[in-house]
């Protein structure tokens, strides 16, 4: 794979490491702002909510700039709303940031995923895909827990500082090493953004984008409240927080790099296996989350299938999208987005039932359930989980030719 992606996804890294690390610090932000955890939660749905909106509009107004000065661009505002967040004492101040920061994180995103998609020969696609995602993995693996530690240790607010921090390097790498990309002009020499936009009227393609947003929900319902299931329900120190977002980081990196070896040929086969057992896991989790073993066993396994169907599915969605070359990193962002923003709101109406902890748990084994119904849709539809054709690789539209 090419050094450039690997800056990309140094970058990938920053940014996932802020969009995942909330999931450690609810309480103490909760505690410090003077806010409930469920509305400390919403945090995560703001910053959601900015990257379902910023996705398609600066994937838009990027579309006819280099990519390496809108990447540049695009962290350095992701920069600036970390110092701000840091600083501030007041809830809707951080709020504001968190949605600010997801604009610029949705809008390198977008661009990212497209940039990816032209570094590498049209067969590598999901490997491509992989290698740039495993910055949101490694993020799980090490930055959540770190950001954890930290902000244990030293307050909420030296874990933002800290992601301020990661951005400076990662600036650094897209300005020496990222290539610019062509400026994309509408007109003869590609498909004008009138019709890249009217590619979401394809039902295959809105169907594919369902499918990642339900399954992109259940991951985020749960796990932006597993903070309270370990130290509530297992009985766990606040360290222990660190270990499961470890474990379940490790499984993320795990299941995305495999997915990344089948994505391209046998997508089919992520989704049909691992469908079902991210189905029976969430439930699991939740009957035998007060034992602390089988916690740990089922935050890794939870993580591997969450990651390897949601980064099959990024690589579906590009390939349905391929007749919107400029845009379809943006549609991949959005749809997965939606399911960030939904997944924590339904899993915090479910804290104040009868579950308890365990709400968003069994919100999550519900979601994925849904998932599976539009899965059996997809598969009536025929060819959804065919390998891409040797003649339309991802992000190359000949002219005559539909998609």
């Known amino acids: 794979m090419p050094l450039p992606l690997y800056l990309l996804a140094l970058a990938v890294f920053a940014m996932g490491t802020s969009e995942f690390m909330l999931a450690g610090l609810l309480p103490d932000i909760a505690a410090d702002l003077d806010v409930t955890v469920g509305t400390a939660g919403s945090l995560t749905s703001a910053f959601a909510i900015g990257m379902v909106v910023g996705a398609p509009l600066l994937a838009a107004l990027a579309r006819n700039r280099p990519g390496k000065s809108s990447l540049l661009g695009f962290v350095l505002v992701f920069l600036a709303a970390h110092v701000v967040g840091a600083a501030t004492a007041s809830f809707p101040v951080l709020f504001a940031t968190r949605v600010v920061a997801a604009l610029a994180n949705a ?26 995602l495993s910055g949101t993995t490694v993020a799980t693996v090490a930055g959540v827990p770190g950001g954890a530690v930290l902000g244990t240790l030293l307050g909420w607010r030296a874990t ?6 990661l951005c400076l390097p990662a600036a650094i790498g897209i300005l020496k090493g990222v290539p610019g990309r062509p400026v994309v002009e509408d007109g003869p020499g590609g498909p004008g953004l009138g019709a890249e936009l009217a590619v979401l009227g394809r039902p295959r393609l809105l169907l594919v984008m369902v499918l990642g947003a339900l399954v992109n929900a259940a991951t985020f319902a749960s796990f932006t409240f597993l903070a309270p299931i370990v130290t509530g329900t297992a009985g766990l120190g606040d360290l222990w927080i660190s270990v499961v977002l470890v474990l379940f980081g490790a499984g993320s990196f795990a299941g995305v790099t495999v997915a990344g070896r089948l994505s391209d040929q046998r997508p089919g086969l992520v989704i049909t296996v691992g469908g079902p ?62 399911g960030a923003a939904a997944g924590p709101l339904i899993a915090a109406s479910t804290l104040g039932t009868a579950a308890g902890n365990l709400g968003p748990l069994w919100a999550s084994g519900l979601l994925v359930a849904t998932a599976l119904l539009v899965a059996s849709v997809l598969r009536a539809s025929g060819r959804v989980w065919d390998r891409q054709q040797p003649d339309r690789p991802l992000g190359v539209v000949r002219p005559g030719r539909k998609g």
């Open 107 to 132: 809008g390198f995103l977008a661009v990212a995923l497209t940039t990816a998609a032209t570094l590498v020969s049209p067969d590598k696609k999901g490997r491509a895909l992989a290698v740039l």
């Open 277 to 338: 057992f991210l189905l029976l896991g969430w439930p699991a989790m939740a009957l035998l989350s007060d034992r602390p073993a089988a916690l740990l066993v089922l935050a890794f396994l939870q993580g591997a299938l969450s990651f390897a169907l949601g980064g099959t599915l990024i690589t579906r969605i590009l390939y349905e999208a391929a007749a919107a070359p400029t845009m379809a990193g943006s549609y991949a962002t959005a749809a997965l987005n939606v």
């Open 160 to 165: 933002f500082w800290a992601v301020a921090a």
